[in-house]
């Protein structure tokens, strides 16, 4: 099982020393069958007044760090190294309930699923809805997947990826109009679309991992990525990333779902002092595999 490991650094700076409130951050990688961690290191400065640990409403694991100390300088510096198993793509059979669209949720499912079908943007001249339909064989059954896969590979060809570094996601009917976005414009857009279908759809906050070997096909790397996980009967949740074009979780390192990006949010909190006293924000992440860290440090020794 392949092993990687995440160093994500956050570092908030100001001109003079300012007091902290509450920040609350979603870092660690969410265990499963395909993802496992092994080993985590968190390095907080100042060190908070309290941290713990919680589970929010999707059961992703969400840390809460309380400060008593001012500073001029506020970092989060996390590393953890998790084996990666990534999840071949999923086959159904003409038998599966999925295997054609449209299918039917069952019925002790829908409950728990109603959420992630319920279309939660406005479309209100149906340019969305108008969009998606396209991916429809007319009068005829169409496999499911080859509408998720014609869609992933659609937003990634068709759209200019686009890193913008102002707060939030912009919304789906922008990114249709604009034709340009980010990884979490791209999620949403997709998720938004998927849901004008009844298909659920949710979102996925987490890393890309970019081999050596696919690095010019990859984007999004170095920061912290976004994509969608579909719920088809049979199949359970299957990840497509239309910034990338990939299906299945190869690549992908999973930390947090949600039904909205809002509530994915890597690191967010408060400062108690004017506005003026902000400076800069700074981020970095990489992501390497134990292969590249041994010929790296293969590399240094020599």
């Known amino acids: 099982m392949p092993l990687l490991t995440i160093h994500h650094k956050t570092e908030y700076r100001y001109n003079r020393p300012v007091a902290f409130g509450e920040h609350r951050f979603m870092l660690r990688p969410s265990d499963g069958h395909d993802l496992r961690v092994l080993d985590s290191r968190l390095r907080i400065s100042p060190e908070p007044m309290s941290l713990r640990w919680i589970h929010d409403v999707f059961g992703n694991s969400v840390a809460i760090a309380d400060f008593d100390a001012r500073a001029d300088r506020l970092v989060f510096d ?7 198993n990534p999840v ?94 980010t990884c979490r414009d791209y999620a949403l857009f997709m998720i938004e679309a998927l849901r004008r279908l009844g298909i ?53 390192i999973r930390v947090a779902v949600a039904r909205d990006p809002r509530q994915a949010i890597p690191l967010h909190g408060v400062y108690i002092g004017t506005q003026d006293a902000f400076d800069v924000m700074e981020v970095s992440i990489s992501v390497v595999s134990d292969e590249e860290r041994s010929g790296a440090e293969l590399e240094e020794a020599l």
Do not use: C, M
């Not at 590393?79 to 990666?84: E, I, Q, R, S």
């Open 200 to 252: 659920a759809a949710r979102f996925v906050s987490g890393y890309l991992f970019v081999p050596e070997d696919v690095a010019q096909h990859h984007v999004g790397g170095g920061s912290t990525h976004a994509w969608v996980q579909v719920y088809l009967p049979s199949a359970g949740w299957i990840e497509f990333d239309p910034t990338n074009g990939i299906v299945g979780t190869r690549d992908l």
């Open 78 to 84: 996390w590393h953890v190294t998790v084996a990666h």
């Open 88 to 181: 071949e793509d999923f086959a159904l059979t003409p038998d599966d309930p999925a295997f054609f669209y449209p299918f039917v949720y069952d019925d002790a499912e829908l409950p728990d699923l109603v959420q992630y079908i319920t279309p939660q943007y406005p479309d209100p001249d149906g340019k969305i809805a108008e969009w998606v339909r396209g991916f429809l064989d007319e009068g005829a059954p169409s496999p499911t997947f080859e509408i998720l896969s014609r869609i992933t590979h659609a937003i990634r060809d068709k759209f200019d990826y686009r890193r913008r570094h102002a707060p939030g996601t912009q919304s789906p009917g922008d990114t249709l109009h604009l034709g340009t976005g």
